[in-house]
């Protein structure tokens, strides 16, 4: 929890973020995933100063845990003086232990944000999905949390101006705007109404900017100008000297499939799926219409 000091912003943890989305669609599979297709709506999860603390933090919570499709579990929430914003322990259950920063019995507006990434941890935990390493798995959680309806909340608690700052989760608020938008463009929703921080607007908008770009890498027929071009002259030489000679890295890879090299032979190109960025391998071969096995999106490209 960034309160006061200074907040991280670009996208440090991009490909740990797309990998994250690779496996919630592997764990869960495209129609769990689909199952989330309505977001948390901003009046189930509100708070006001008005509001008893104990019984909105169990109101939020259970709302949460409904989202999330966790009927039989509970969530115990307490308040106690922490560094970090919140924490949960991961328990066999139905009973889980969540405790939140003091600062939150003044700051009840972020309290939905905190439990949304607290009860994520809960959900993951059941799933067994996990990434090697508390970082990536604390990537993991936020990237969830957001791509499953819920982590909207957690880019909104994201304020920030010439005097104070303040940010929740792991991701940076791009990153946050990032995977709402990959969640927006498979879902159609329009997130931009819910925010209540106009910083939490103008990351995501940043977020939706970098997510459109992904579905305008080549081999891709959405590609711009200068990618084709570079895309071209990578296939012309892989054609006539073997794909081993090209830098790897990029947003696409040749490979020699089955048959002869050639323009007429097995040359084939893999890239990540805009969606789920899963790697996808087809034969190159002018214009080919692939559809991703774990997504199932269907990709117009020019290989």
Known sequence: MADGGPVVHGYPHLETVRTAITALYRRLSYDSVHSFASSVAPADVAFADAD???LGVQRVARELVRHYRLPDARMIVSFREMRHAASVELAAGPEYFIELNDRFRTHRRDIGAAL????MHVYLHRLDLSLPGTRDNEILTDTAATYLGAGWLLLDAYREDAASSQKLG???PEEFGYVLAKRSL????GPETWFTSPQAFSAYEKGLAQARHDERQPPLT???????????KDRRYAQDHGPRGLTPGGPYAFSAGEGPQG????LRVAFACPTCQQRIRVPVRGRVRARCGLCRTVLECDT
């Open 170 to 172: 792991y991701l940076t």
């Open 52 to 54: 008893d603390l104990y």
């Open 222 to 232: 959405a590609a711009g100008w200068a990618g084709r071009r570079r895309y071209a």
């Open 116 to 119: 949304a990434h607290e009860i």
């Open 263 to 266: 323009r007429g032979g097995g």
């Open 186 to 189: 498979v879902f159609g929703e």
